[in-house]
């Protein structure tokens, strides 16, 4: 299964197939969550940036994002981690995007 150069963490249940994923940057400690058990393995890497379209084109986290981040300057660096899991064959799902997603419950996505 593609990881891409995600780091190794906290794998939640011992299987394997859930591992909490260090993500420096928007807040002290956060993390995201590596699901490996999946046909297309999916990090959900809760606010790292809001958008995936500004992840994807490279888009620098604005005014207030940079505000209010713990560390800014680790902000790029997981961005470009998380690049290159989607380019290894990764999903990437972030918590603010207002975009569909194939997990949603909606049922225009159903």
Not at 64 to 71: H, K, M, N
């Amino acid at each position: 299964a593609p990881q891409g150069d995600i780091p190794g963490g906290a794998d939640l249940f011992g299987d394997g197939n859930v591992i909490a994923v260090d993500l420096p940057g928007h807040a002290d400690g956060q993390f995201g969550l590596l699901f490996n058990g999946l046909a297309r393995p999916l990090l959900y890497a809760v606010d790292v940036q809001w958008l995936l379209t500004a992840l994807t084109e490279t888009r620098t986290p604005g005014f207030p994002a940079t505000l209010i981040a713990e560390d800014a300057a680790a902000i790029e660096p997981t961005s470009a981690m998380l690049r290159r899991f989607l380019g290894s064959g990764g999903e990437v799902m972030l918590c603010h995007d207002p975009a569909p997603t194939s997990y949603d419950l909606a049922p225009e996505v159903a």
